[in-house]
Structures are given as structure tokens and as C-alpha cells.
């Protein structure tokens, strides 16, 4: 048992600004208030349902999580949020289709009503499918970066919140290679007054938020927070970062599959992945550019996991392909098919095939909540910068410089946990478990 | 860093008896012999490509495991065998279909050929589809017993073997409830003598392992060594034993999802396993009263890692069916077909299928190396009782009494590498990582 | 062009009586009341949605079915029904979850409340998992003869419809092997008036039918009109009789699949089907003397499409297994997986395999609707006896003795459609086409 | 029964050339020499294992195919090639990776080293994926085509053969949109003096196959034969031609799915279809000109059999998508996964996903044996032309203008069957089948 680290209460209300308020936001919003109304429960979130072991195995000491760490309770979440379009929450969660109407939207109209986006900080360049014109229009990002921490004044002002979360649940844009503006505050600043192409919305977003010492949560690809520039500026002012991408559907199988077939010393030949999405996730991801962004998140994955250098007879030779087609007919709904390759005893080959029926919305919502409490404890507890922590969430964790990320889950998970015990001063748990044995 | 163990050094020839001569012990004996000539690679085994890494993550420190603990090498072990059928290694590997006859049987005939089985201890009665012939005969269970010690005996001295570990690699036998028999050495000498029908053979090899300090391994889900009377006789002589059911095909994949769902917080309502196989194995558990042992020994894993009286809203109502079928035109290699119901937030339900096209020998000839040269090192290492850290091998570990097993495959490895840490006086790894954070 | 055949006109009301009013038969009724008002679409149906083409490829002369042969209308179908429940079909649909509650049965909810069964002619022998008790009671077979028989005349006399057909709709029963009882209809009148127990409620049903000169149809395995005793009858009174068995899911597919691998000369070596259900159907199979009755009626079908004495090398030696699992958390949707062993060209071995997520009430509805139909047609054209040409709608045809069953789906739509241009005088379509050719 | 056609007779040799020597020839070649010494079974060959019934059903006269029409037998078969490789038949083989080494290669060593391809007529503008440079070298396209005609006569009379057959069993060529140059032979004539690129190496193959009075069948979705230029010169000689694209893996599968749905008048909202493969064939096709000529192949079928404008409620919004994925892991072993989203009754959806885990070459060795031999007996019984009767082997069928294409596998096995019974003056059979019940 360590000393518990000191944690600021969590009296007050919180604000959640999300970037984008589609289908992802939608569900996210809705299912919290549902669940508070006790009209739905939140299944999914760690934060809401998750347990922890504390102790010994013998000491049956396990705990709900939120009761184990002081998390913000949902009843003091206050929404806000920017989208292109200039649909209500309750309109854009009945485009989405996502959840029913009667049960789950109309039971709750009222409140989804009043939730009316901001206008939106966007180029056209960035998404070439998006359409939407509810936008701070053709204005230079200086201006934009100026409106968006003017908004998220006036929204802590309105709403009288306490503190205050941004979470990306916006589209992928297309893909930049970091450069130099993303160096240093000074290039970046400089970046922006001359309108440098480099500099997208989700870097306007992320900058805006750490000027106004907001936590800034990543759920897609974009570079957003993930430059030195901004990096630095959050460990510098401490404030909690954390990116990029949710990790649910296909990306998740993957990290859970890689590490069983590298636990086992299995070999892999070949791994193809594809996924048919409906929703306007996917039909941002049908142009090219802006599919090279997730491509390049959910390639990396296999290959961090399943460290080829150092086992180059059983994953030095992989042929891996991920694809995303846009297919309307399933909506939100999308689906995967994996088959991987595998070789085992003397290289006799083996397949998996995997067929996952999930839904994009349903998956992500819960991980915008953790990261949100989560986001929020870690301003509290004094843990600025990158939240290494929480790469349990994400396809493409960030860490800090000369790490490897960890991508299988269950490392995530278990330094997602060990964390939240060395917050609470708990021993560490490692699974030894010799006293089992050396006392009989 | 704590103070390493002193563990015996690994001179001198090893000799390893497999209880069964069939698919998956020649698979073992070959593939063994195969790579010590350079014509295979024993993909599949930890103990031979594993890696650990020692240390920080940013010490780059990352070895073979054969490197960092003293194992038995491949070129010291000794085989021997009982069997059923009188079949020397070479027909037995033929017949068995596993491996390819030119370049993996032929290109070793010779050795295999010398690899002739004893005369098993058998009676019809505990695997009825089952018809070799090649036994010890209708002897009293005491003299059986005698047989085999002798049958040790007679292998150390003719093989001229320093160490000996014996492993189950032999067929399900019919299910019998642990009773008062088995709860003491008093009364399993007392069943033995009055030929108690609930005395298998798999007790009868268990036992003559202990009594002639043999660890034994046990490669299927017989009650052998797992009752209180040979897990106290084990424990006071500090003789190392693990168990049950090597864990291959679809209960490995089982015990990959199932820790994700629940890290994900994901509800299960449904999961339904199916199994195709031709081999003896499949045949054998085509008797409903073998199948049950297996049947046992595959549903508790989902319950012991969902954990349901602790998440009953998740967990609480799961409908859980296996099925294995004997299914001929496939011989060895097995299929598994899961589909699983998942729920998320809301209670959206969803589905994951998985198809596992994979090779039954193939997979489990690794886990008996591993077990095997373990268990001898455990032995070494002065570490007797039940290996509970050797539940990575298994379907349904044994533990200590009052101890719940880990079935998550990621614990089970992190139990296992931790353990070899500790044996070296490394430090434990947590995944805490704080300090690549705090000094920035 | 031969001379069509004399069809009596399509007057007046359609009184269709369902032996039993569950999921089946509520998706029936409601989707035909749906349809009748605009409010869904009778997707499935043949009768309603197929067309034919008439003459030559060239001629371009397609038209909808319902326009080439006189069929009664939907406008004139009135329903009655039998049922082991007392609900009415609002309460039954309800239950049966097949349907969404708001959109597809409470918009007729006043339709489907009038519609309320009348008492079952039932012994729970035949189907020991069903629980209801609004049965005839405990009488004697000749007793609920004769009650079925007035249940029908009164539904003639109330209901005032012109014409009936009884399509049976309810559960398996036990596997009864057809025996002396059912040669004649002597001997099936003293096997009635003894009570005998190879006298089940569907011979009873389908007899009484007959008694009243009602074509019936049988949507289950059960022997009902399957005997020699009432085909006999029905062909001397000149009455439709068909079955057995509606073809849905599984069996769908095999008599698909097995015609394309038949086609191409491809080798089988095993067929692995396996089914998961959760609705009463799914309970009732799950008795192991009622699966068996559907376990023949699946069985069949590969052999006699493929025909392994015609073709020994290909089809000799097939394993084939089938099986149905009751699994409560799928409802109404059945979800069925095939794995197929097949080989080619100097016999190297691939494999299909297909997940078929389906629905069992859905694929049946509109099955039992064009049965209603096409029955009542063939009395109109006087076609009595077993109507060959619907075996495209049963998992089991009747034929006539002698005959062997067509299950090839394709064969059986060429028989369908070939007969309704036989019976409007049409020429009969062979695909030859050599006139596009010759006159080049 | 009508007039049998005259057939000329049987005699000699039959000369058939190949264009291309790789995975699909070698395997077509080894296939036949194997069967012709007893060593294998050619699976998969309607000529060779495929019957036909003759008469009733109660005739009970099902009669082999080839006792039934005089085809040639594989004993006169003599074989020759171009190929862009040098390699042998030995050395292709067993690149190709298709047939095992041992029991299928090194047993016929002797007879496929003699089988050296002659120098193609290549250019890598139309398959640039291919390396190859045993070709015609860069000549002009008259050369070429004189050269090829050339190559056809010096193997006509160094073999000795009676007659020949030429089949295209080499790559997709690009995309070429048909244009003026193939209208007529005049233009087409032209087009070859001006090395208008729109005249592709397998246009000149089949001008030159036809110049020579040899049959042509094409086996890719290369324009080919398939313009009104040769189909005309075809026509007015007299010579059997056939296309276009062997239809096996996915393709099959969904004429054979897509006529199931449509018999059961199930809607279609959406079919995915994914492949993987790792052949020389998926290298080539990995190139997008190349992929669009067989996307266009592949693309139509669905829209033939399901006839959108017909039933615009059940097929006028369907999401189709086809893709090919160069995969090296799986070699000639290709695998196909589709999802088909349909719905039924009231529009409620279902769900059919197929994995068919296939081969290449195994699949296409008995089409490409089968049209050789049916080219030649259709040119023996005078048939010249287009044979859609022949429609059973391809992707995208040529018919006579003015036609629409059957897709369907189950039409074009009627079709096929029934010009067999007409070629030898037996009755159609139409499965109406009246005469089993009128006589009752």
C-alpha cells in the first residue's frame, strides 16, 4: 500500500463539449440521459458498470469502480457541441437511426431538443463528403481558433459549469503528415496566422481547448493533440490529453486476437480485414484521403503488437490488408469479416474467420463517457499531459516520445486498472500469486 | 529486484512419458525430432520462440525465455509411452494423419520406429469406443498400479534418464464425480485394493507418477491427479502437478472473448459453440458419458471469467450451449463455430461468429513441450503442489482449495511470466508505467 | 399452345382454417390484413409478388402471376383457426415477438382480436414440451373427429364463406412410423374407433378435412395426410392434398446448394448442418421423439438429390448430420450454419460454408399464403390427389407411389410454373432456345 | 421424340491449344493425364462423371452424358500451348503450386517436361502485372496474328490431329470498351494494319482460331471472340464459339443464391462480395484496368437473373459491390466471403453470409475440359455460332443479339441438357410430369 494521490472533489457541474454532434454525440447524450432517467443503462462504460479487485484473490474484495475512484456522476453532466449541420440533437439522433425512436429518442425529446449545436469551424478540404454549411463560414483560422474558445466561455458561462471536458466525435479528415508547424507553439502559432494548410480544424479544436485548460479527448485519427507542439503545452500546463481513434469494432477483435495468437507463439501469414459501414463515418472514409487517416491507425495496430523484429520466423512476413466500404444498406450498423492466417507446430496452417455484427454508434458512446470521467478525474488528480492510461480506448494510443504504444487490450486494461489503484494507494496487482502456495 | 531461486541444474537427459501414443504425442515426438535435426520449427511453443521482456519498457531489454530460465534442451529428452494399440511412433504418426508423411514422418522413421509403446493399463469400461487391445489386462487396479511403477523404473534405468515427467496425452475418460474415495491417500489405497470402479487409470499413472516423484502433467479433463488425496500427497512431497485439458481450439478462443467482452462492459445473453472432429478423440467423445467430462470442463469457463453474481445485469442470464461432434471427413483437424450475443449500451444487442479452422495435435503438441519442461523446471526449482501459473495450458486449471481458477488467457500469461520474473529475482511487471510520465 | 384447362370461377369468400394460431399463423394473418390495407408489403409470396414468362425469350411477355391464373384474393380470405392456447391472435402475435408491436399488429389490432381460436384436438403425448389447455379435452380419437368436423361446418355456416382450405401450421409431433392403421380407410376407421396411438391429432385433422372435401396442406413433418389411407381418399373424392413441411431455412439452401455441387460434378465428403431457434418450435424440437420427425424430413434431402447410387464416386460416402438447438435469447429468428465438405478435379477439397440469419415465421408466412392459394386453385381445376407441382414449398414432398421426390428447388419452380402454363394452356418452357439460333 | 442430329464421327486426334500455360492449363493438362493413367478422378467434369436422364421418371433411364453423346476421348487428346514463360508443363506445375508434387506432378513428369509453350503474342500494355518475355517480341499485330496462325498449322501437322480446339486460359486483359474497329472484318481488318490498340493479343488469338476453322472458347472476360466482327465471321463459317469468363468461385455461388432469392420472392437491399487471392490471376487482377474488365463480368449477373425492372419493390435498390484482393498467404487457393442483405414478409431483413473456400484452378480445369470437348462435338454436329447452350460455364454469356443472357445455373443446366436430348432426338423434358397423376 502506497500513499493515495490528492484528488480535488468533485462538487459542481460538468460540461461536455463534443466536436460533432452525428451519431456518435447523439447516442452518447441520449443514452446518459436515459440512464439517468432509468429508462436504459449504459452498458459498455467502465466508469458506469466496471469492477476492480483490491487485495489478495482470497480477500473477495471487489469494488464498482465508481465507487472506488470519485468520478463525476452523470447527473452533473451539461452538454455542448459544434456540428456542421444545424439539426438539434433530437433531429440528428433520428438521422442517425441509431437508437428507436419511441423508446429511446422520443421518450427523452424534450431534452435532446434543447441541445443546439454551435456552428461548426470547417473547410470543406478536410471531409470532401461532408456537405453540411452550419460553419463559422470562410474565415481564417486565427478567427477560428478566436470563436471556438469564445464559445466554450460562453458555454461554461450559460450553463454556470464547473469544469469542462472536449471530446472529438467529428469526422476523419484527411490525412496530414505532422510537420513543421506541429514542432513548437511558436511554428504552430505562426502556422495559423498564415493559414497554413496544415493546421485542420481538429488542431484549431484541441489548441482552443488547452489554451482554456480543457482536457481534450481524440476519438478519431486526426492529428488534433498529437504534436509536439501540443503535447508539450498540455505536460507544460498539465492538462490531461488522450487520443486518437475509438477503438470498437474491428480494431478492438484485433487486439484482442493478435495477443492471443502471439501468447500462443503462433505464427501469422496473412491477415484481411474488411468492413461494410453505412452511416456518414462511412461515407466520409470513401474518399481516399480521408480513408488513409484510418488506414494508418488501424495498420500499425499488428504490427506494434506482434513486434516482427523480434520474431521475425513467426511475424516476419505478414501480408495484412484492412478495407472500409460504404455500404447504406446497414446504416450504423457495420459489420466486419477478418480471416487471419495462422501457422502453428512445424508451419502447418490454420485460419480464423471472424464475423462481427456490431453497431459503430453503440460501441463508441460508453468509451466518450469513460474518457470524459476519466479526462475529468485526471484534471483533478493533478495528471496532466498524455493519459497513457487510457490507450485502452483507443485504436492508435498516444504516448510519451520513445515509447511504444501498447495495443493489446488487456495490457491496456491492466495498466488502465493498475493506474486507478496506484491513484487510490493500493497495491499494484500482478498476478503472482505465490502466497497461494508458499504457505501450505 | 528480489533474491532469484536456486533451482538444479538441468544436466543430464530427460526423460519424458506420455501416457497415449496417438495423435498428439507422436505429433509431440516428431515435431521434437524434427526440429532437433533442423526440419521443423516448434512454432507454438513458449518455452522454445517465447520472449520476456525484463525491466522498463524503455531498457529494451527483451529475451528468449529459453535464454533467461535454465530449461531442459530439446536435444536431452527421452521419450517413452503406454498405449492401447501396439502401433510403434512411426505407424501410430501415419495413422494419425497429422503431419505429412514424406516430409515430416519419413525423414524421421527411424527414430520413430523405436519409439515402441508399453502395455497400457486400461479397462474398456472408462473410453467404450475404444478397442486396442494392447494392455495390461483385466489385472486388478493394484496390480496396474505396480505395472506401472515399474514401468518407470524400468525406463530410467534402460534410458538411463536423470529426470522424468510424465504427461496425459490420452483419451477422455467417463465421467466420475470426485468422491470419498479420492479424498485421502488412506482411502484411495483402500479403493485401489478393492478395485473401486471409481479409480480410472488416469488416477492409477497420476499416482504411480508421485510415488516415483514424477511431475505430471495432465493433458485432459480425467480427474487423475486433481483430488485432495494426490494433491496433498504432491504437496507434501513437493512433486509438481498441473491440470486439467490442454487448452486448444475453441475453448482458447473462448477464454480470449469472453475477457473482452467484459473489459468492454459488453453483456452476453447468448453463446453457442459448436465442434467438428475425426480423430480417435472425436470418435471417443462421441459416448455421451465421455463427452460430459469434457462438457464439464468447457462450460465452467465462461462463468468463471464473466463472473455473473457480480455483474448480473451483464452476465446474469447467458444461455451457454457446446457441442462436439464426431464429424469424420475432417480427421485431426477441428473446426469450432461460436456465435456469441452480445449486448451494449442501451441494450443494443449484437453478434460476434467465429469460425476456427484449426489442427487439434497441431495445437496442443506445443503446450505438452511447454508443460513438460516446466514442469521439470518447476521441479528444479524446489516448487511442488499445483502450478497453478501453468493454467495458461489449461481449460480448467487446478488451483489451490478456496482459490477460483484465472481462465483469461492474458491473466493466466501474466501469471505465467511474472512467475519466471520472480524466479530470476526480477522485478514484477504491472503495466503501471508512471514513470515514464512523472519526470517529464 | 394446348387447350387450357376448365377453372371454376373464383366467387365469393375464402375460408382458410389454421390448425393452430402461433407464430406462424399470426404472421400469416397479420401480414395479409397489413397488406390488404396498404400498411406492408407480402414479400415471399409467389402468388403475389412472382411473375412467368409466357412464350419466347423475345416474345417479352412476363406477367405477374396472380394476373396468368384466377386466384381468390386477398379482399375474400377469412380466417379461423385452432389453438392449445386460448389467446387471440393479437395476444398470440404479441407473444410470438415476430412482428413489431406498434407498426405491424397494433395498427390491426381490432382485426386480429376478433380473431380467436377454437379448442385444439390435442394429447400432450405427441408433444410433450407444448404446456396449453385449451384442447377438446380427454376424449376419444373419434370423438375429436367428429368435433373438428362440426368446428368446420360451423365456421362454414358463420363465417359464410363459399370455399375452405386447412393448412396445418402447428407443431411437430412425434415420429410415428406409418404402420397398418394407416393402409386403408378401413383400417384407419377401426384404428380411430380403437383409440389407437399412431392415430395423431394431424391424421385427424387432415381426415376430417377430407371428410368435408377441404384440400389440405401440411406445413410440418407430421404423417397427417402423408398415408396411404388419405391420399387414396383424396384422390378418389378428388380433393388437393400436399406436404409435407414448409422449406425455410436450412433446407432452403440445401436444395440449392446440393443442385449446384450436383451440377458441377463436384464431390461431397460431409455435410455439417447445425440450427439455433428460440421459438416454440424451437422448444418442441427440443424433445428428442419430436426432432426425429424432423430430423427424417431433412435427411432426405441430400440423398435424393444427389443420388449416391446414380454417383458413387461423387456422392458415396457422405457424412451428414443435422442438428436443432433450442437457444431462447434468438426468438423467432433462427439462425442456421452449414459447413460443406466438397471436392474437385482430381479430388482436392474445399469448403463452403454458409450462416443463414433468418427468420422462421417470415420465410413461412408467405409459404403457407401461396399453399392456401394454389390448393384452392387446383379444386377450382379439379385437380385432385397429392399436387406434385407445390413440392417447391416442402422440405419433404409427397409424390405419387412409385415416384421419387424432385427436392432440387429449381426443378421444383420449373415443375410449378410449367404447370400453371400447362393448366392455361401455354406452352411448356424447356430452355432449349434453339430458334434464336437457326434462323441466323 | 424427334430427329437426331447428324454428328460427324469421333475419330482421330483432337488437337487442343491453350493460350496461356500457368496454373488453369497445367492443371487442366496434369488433370487429364492423370485420368487417363487411372492416377486421379476428374471431379468436377460433367463430360467425364455427369448423366442426364432420359424419358419419365419412371423410366428410371439416367444414362452417362458421355455414353449418351459422342464426345472425344481423353486418350485423344493431344495438347500445345503459348505461354509468355518458357517454362514446361513440369516446371509451370509446379510453380503454380495447384497439385501436390509428388502424387500429381513428378507421377506425369515425363509427359508435362515435353509440353513447351510457343512464344505468346503479348504486349504488357494489356496486363501489366506480368513480366514475361518469351513472347512474339514488339511486332506489329499482323505479324502477330499471321504468327499465331502460323503456330496453329505447324501444330496441326507435326501432332497429326484430326481437328482442334483453341481455349483462352491466360490473364484478364484490360478493359476494352467495344468500338468501331470490331464491328466488322473490313474495320476489324483495318484496325489490325493500323496496331490499333483496341485489338488486343486475344482478339487476334480467336481471329486467327477462326481463320483455321478451329472452335474458340474464352475463358476470361477479354472481349476477344466476343465482338460483332468475329461473331458474324463465326456464324457465316460455321465454327463453334463460346464465352466469356469461367464461371467458379463467387460467381457461381451467386447464380445460384440470387435465382434462390428470387424463386422465393425475397427481397435484396444489399450484396457484398469480398475475394481473396493469392495467384497469378489475383497479381494481375490486382491492376485496376485489369480488375475493371472483370468487375463489368461479374457486375451484371445479379442484375440479369433478379430483373430490377420487373420487380422494382424486391430488386430496384440494390447496393452491389464486388472486390478482388491480391492476398499471396493463400496462393491458387482463393476464398470468397459475401453478405447479402435481403428481406421477406412485410420487409422484414435477413441475413446469408457465405464463405466459400475454394481453388482456382481446380474449379476451372473441368469447365475448360468440358468446353473443349462440347466445342468440338458442336462442330461436329454442325453447330456453329454463338453456344449459348454452353452459358452453364461462364460468367457473362454470349448470346445472340438481341437476347438477354441466363445467369441462372439452373437454366443454363436445363438448357444444356435439353440441346443434348434434342442433338440426339430425345424428348425435352419439362418437369410438368401430368402423367403420373392423370392416370391415377
Known amino acids: 500500500m502506497s500513499e493515495p494521490r490528492s484528488i480535488a472533489p468533485v462538487d459542481g457541474k460538468l460540461g461536455v463539449l463534443t466536436v460533432g454532434l452525428g451519431a456518435v454525440a447523439t447516442t452518447l447524450i441520449a443514452g446518459v440521459?436515459?440512464?439517468?432517467?432509468?429508462l436504459g443503462k449504459p452498458f459498455g462504460s467502465m466508469t458506469q458498470l466496471g469492477t476492480i479487485r483490491i487485495g489478495k484473490r482470497t480477500d473477495n474484495d471487489t469494488r464498482l469502480i465508481k465507487d472506488f475512484v470519485p468520478l463525476a456522476r452523470l447527473e452533473d453532466i451539461v452538454w455542448g457541441a459544434w456540428d456542421v449541420f444545424p439539426d438539434d440533437a433530437y433531429v440528428s439522433a433520428t438521422r442517425a437511426g441509431v437508437l428507436e425512436q419511441g423508446r429511446h429518442i422520443e421518450a427523452i425529446s424534450d431534452t435532446l431538443r434543447e441541445i443546439r449545436p454551435m456552428r461548426a469551424a470547417f473547410e470543406?478540404?478536410?471531409a470532401r463528403n461532408l456537405t453540411g454549411e452550419h460553419t463559422m463560414g470562410d474565415v481564417p483560422k486565427r478567427a477560428m481558433l478566436e470563436a471556438?474558445?469564445?464559445?466554450?466561455?460562453?458555454?461554461?458561462?450559460?450553463k454556470k459549469v464547473d469544469r469542462v471536458v472536449m471530446i472529438w466525435c467529428a469526422s476523419t479528415e484527411i490525412y496530414i503528415?505532422?510537420?513543421?508547424?506541429?514542432?513548437?507553439?511558436?511554428?504552430?502559432e505562426a502556422a495559423i496566422d498564415a493559414n497554413d494548410e496544415t493546421i485542420s480544424p481538429s488542431i484549431l479544436y484541441a489548441y482552443a481547448a488547452l489554451l482554456e485548460r480543457v482536457p481534450f479527448a481524440n476519438g478519431s485519427p486526426n492529428l488534433a493533440v498529437d504534436t509536439p507542439a501540443l503535447r508539450g503545452y498540455a505536460t507544460a500546463h498539465n492538462i490531461p490529453i488522450s487520443g486518437k481513434d475509438f477503438k470498437t469494432g474491428q480494431t478492438l477483435m484485433k487486439t484482442v486476437l493478435a495477443p492471443m495468437v502471439k501468447a500462443r507463439q503462433l505464427g501469422v501469414s496473412g491477415w484481411y480485414s474488411t468492413n461494410i459501414l453505412g452511416n456518414r463515418d462511412g461515407e466520409v472514409l470513401d474518399a481516399p484521403e480521408n480513408f488513409k487517416t484510418k488506414e494508418e491507425s488501424?495498420?500499425?495496430?499488428?504490427?506494434?503488437?506482434?513486434?516482427p523484429t523480434k520474431n521475425p520466423d513467426l511475424y516476419g512476413d505478414i501480408f495484412h490488408k484492412v478495407q472500409i466500404n460504404y455500404y447504406p444498406p446497414r446504416g450504423d450498423n457495420k459489420e466486419g469479416w477478418d480471416n487471419i492466417d495462422i501457422f502453428g507446430w512445424m508451419g502447418y496452417d490454420m485460419q480464423i474467420k471472424v464475423n462481427f455484427l456490431c453497431r459503430d454508434s453503440i460501441l463508441a458512446a460508453p468509451l466518450a463517457l469513460d474518457l470524459v470521467l476519466y479526462s475529468d478525474l485526471a484534471q483533478r488528480a493533478g495528471l496532466g499531459g498524455i493519459q497513457e492510461w487510457l490507450s485502452f480506448y483507443y485504436k492508435s494510443p498516444q504516448v510519451a516520445p520513445g515509447l511504444y504504444p501498447e495495443h493489446d487490450l488487456f495490457i491496456q486494461l491492466t495498466k488502465l486498472k493498475n493506474t486507478l489503484r496506484w491513484m487510490m494507494g493500493e497495491d499494484q496487482i500482478t498476478h503472482l500469486g505465490r502466497e497461494y502456495y508458499d504457505e501450505i
Chains 1, 2, 3, 4 share one sequence.
Open 148 to 158: 471556438i474558445r469564445a464559445d466554450i466561455n460562453r458555454f461554461r458561462d450559460e
Open 298 to 307: 488501424k495498420l500499425g495496430v499488428l504490427e506494434e503488437i506482434l513486434e
Open 33 to 38: 440521459e436515459l440512464a439517468k432517467r432509468g
Open 177 to 188: 503528415e505532422p510537420g513543421p508547424a506541429h514542432q513548437s507553439i511558436e511554428s504552430l
Open 124 to 126: 470543406r478540404k478536410y
